[in-house]
T-cell receptor
């Protein structure tokens, strides 16, 4: 069974640009969560989608948004990029709430 | 507010020794406590998880001890091996949500 797939693996952007990251969950998983990982703040929850609906949202500005498609694939968008947005963005999928989350290997976003 | 506090930040253990990582949580509504292992360049991988209805869970060399009254749980790695050298994260969530709160991570080094 294929794991969680995130694309692209690496991205370099400049301040003010926007970026879209993609996540394909494990087949059959309907819940997709996004996390930001930085050395200073650790793993921080961004948002969770289930059946195309955002169910939970972390404490991030509105520049961070996401969506989920009918096939459970999810995208995350960050607009007006700032230097502080440089991080590893991780996607995790699970069957449903309260079930084990399985992570992809992330997208490393660097802002110049 | 840090919902899950993890210690130590780093740990060095001799091969064959026992590695112990501790976590404490605030929210008594949490009812799912997983541990993740992360290698450089990879996403976190689920190692072992426990729910509060049991005080201990063992899988191979990995054991979680759970103390509900103290709101603490710990990971024990028996017969530690150099291949166990990685960063370990504890986490907590509740059954009705899929928002995981992570500890700040412990960098484990097992010396041959």
């Amino acid at each position: 069974k294929a794991g969680v797939t995130q694309t692209p693996r690496y991205l370099i952007k400049t301040r003010g640009q926007q970026v879209t990251l993609s996540c394909s969950p494990i087949s059959g998983h309907r819940s997709v969560s996004w996390y930001q990982q930085t050395p200073g703040q650790g793993l921080q929850f961004l948002f969770e989608y289930f059946s195309e609906t955002q169910r939970n949202k972390g404490n991030f500005p509105g520049r961070f948004s996401g969506r989920q498609f009918s096939n459970s694939r999810s995208e995350m968008n960050v607009s007006t990029l700032e230097l502080g947005d440089s991080a590893l963005y991780l996607c995790a999928s699970s069957l449903m709430a309260g079930q084990p989350q399985h992570f992809g290997d992330g997208t490393r976003l660097s802002i110049l | 507010q840090q919902q899950v506090k993890q210690s130590p930040q780093s740990l060095i253990v001799q091969k064959g020794g026992i590695s112990i990582i501790n976590c404490a949580y605030e929210n008594t509504a949490f009812d799912y406590f997983p541990w993740y292992q992360q290698f450089p360049g990879k996403g976190p991988a689920l190692l072992i998880a426990i729910r509060p209805d049991v005080s201990e869970k063992k899988e191979g060399r990995f054991t979680i001890s759970f103390n509900k009254s103290a709101k603490q749980f710990s990971l024990h790695i028996m017969d530690s091996q150099p291949g166990d050298s990685a960063t370990y994260f504890c986490a907590a969530s509740w059954a009705t949500g899929n928002q995981f709160y992570f500890g700040t991570g412990t960098s484990l080094t097992v010396i041959p």
